[in-house]
């Protein structure tokens, strides 16, 4: 394994699992920003940033991040816009550094691997707070202390996990990738996440409309999976996905249609650049609280909404366009496989459940509230990275049949 692959999964997995929380001897911040850094010199200086910036998500990550430093300016309260612009710089810096790195099926492979390994690792030793009471942090990155935000994570590996089902070719191996993908589906039902409920289902949807060839019979193991759910679930997870009808009961349903409103009358009350990055909370609270709502700060518990109040119109736009783009590219990848499948060294397959990736992402991030997690970033590079193998595969093989060509010409 290279060194430059070996430093990516090392600040993912520090992202992710947390190390610098549950290791205190990795809590040098500057040590992991060296490493960043020296990464991003290292790929810029060996290859430029022409082929990153040919993607447009690319540009418009740098426009978002624009606003963001915007609000030092503007925002209502201006050092909140501080840490969301860190934030939003890193994972950049990681967008472009997997960008480059991932350039072949063997190491896109690895880094499912050990990405799925990792949530895994972090279901265990979170285990015992699954369907029990909803209280409490979870121990992992830090942003994923909120079960909420714990499931959403788990939602969008899912999918990689079934991609390692679907290439493991022993019986051993694909026995080993089954029980994670059981492991993580267990975690996401064991954190009673609605929003991360909806986002499996959607994501389950999306790939049986449009990539399942056999839909009767992935209807029939679908239909097996959730019979067998209702027999190992507790009743207090239907309990909980019972409100989604009867939101007008429930207090969490009733805060965020709340938070909703007042994310949309910032809006129009600053149609231009919103209230500036990490001030919703102050603004609601001092300008927006309903009278109804018992608290004076509140949250937006929906990444869209957040980002319109924050960033306004003009944010939003940027923000679903950069997930759009991710999701057309990864199908326009799948045609490309489809089209040459003896001239690149990718299966359609991993395209497809990466589509299933980031749909699961974009469906519960209508429910929470990262804006600034790692997620969409690196989405956005597993997308670029996989368009950029199979283009590159198809222009070896041009450039290798017009070779031969002019050879027997001459």
């Not at 990795?26 to 430029?48: A, D, E, H, Q």
Request: net charge positive; proline share 3%.
């Amino acid at each position: 394994m290279s060194f430059p692959l070996l430093a990516f999964l090392f600040i993912v997995i520090h992202e992710y699992i947390g190390l610098a929380y549950q290791f205190p001897i990795l809590r040098v911040i500057p040590f992991v920003l060296l490493i960043i850094f020296t990464m991003l010199i290292y790929v810029v200086k060996s290859n430029g940033l022409k082929d990153v910036f040919s993607h447009r998500q690319s540009i418009l990550f740098v426009c978002f991040i624009m606003l963001t430093a915007l609000a030092l300016s503007h925002g209502y309260v201006r050092s909140y816009a501080v840490e969301p612009l860190k934030q939003e710089i890193g994972f950049f810096f990681l967008t472009i550094v997997g960008f480059y790195v991932l350039d072949s099926k063997d190491k896109i492979d690895k880094f499912v691997f050990v990405f799925v390994c990792c949530h895994v690792y972090l279901s265990f030793i979170n285990f015992g707070k699954f369907h029990g009471p909803r209280t409490g942090g979870y121990t992992g990155g830090v942003f994923l202390g909120d079960g909420n935000d714990f499931a959403w994570s788990l939602c969008l590996t899912f999918p990689m996990a079934l991609y390692l089902v679907s290439i493991q070719k022993s019986f051993l191996r694909k026995s080993i990738a089954i029980a994670m993908s059981c492991i993580l589906l267990y975690g996401i039902t064991g954190t009673q996440s609605r929003g991360a409920t909806l986002a499996l289902v959607a994501s389950g949807m999306f790939y049986w409309l449009f990539f399942s060839k056999a839909k009767s019979k992935s209807l029939l193991l679908i239909g097996i999976t959730v019979f067998s759910l209702t027999l190992i679930l507790p009743q207090a997870y239907f309990g909980r996905l019972e409100t989604l009808e009867n939101y007008q009961q429930d207090d969490s349903a009733r805060n965020r249609i709340i938070a909703w409103k007042a994310a949309t009358k910032m809006a129009v009350d600053h149609p231009i650049l919103g209230v500036g990055a990490g001030s919703y909370n102050s603004v609601y609270g001092r300008f927006y609280r309903d009278e109804n709502s018992p608290a004076r700060w509140i949250s937006t518990h929906s990444v869209y909404f957040n980002i319109l109040a924050e960033y306004s119109f003009i944010g939003l736009l940027l923000y679903l366009s950069i997930i759009y783009l991710g999701l057309t590219e990864s199908l326009r990848t799948r045609r490309l496989i489809l089209e040459n499948p003896d001239r690149v060294s990718l299966s359609h397959r991993w395209p497809e459940f990466l589509s299933m990736s980031i749909i699961a992402f974009a469906v519960a991030a209508m429910f929470l509230t990262g804006v600034d997690y790692p997620h969409i970033y690196l989405l956005t590079a597993l997308a670029m990275a996989t368009n950029r193998i199979v283009v590159r595969d198809l222009e070896k093989h041009a450039n290798t049949a017009s070779e031969q060509a002019s050879t027997g010409t001459t």
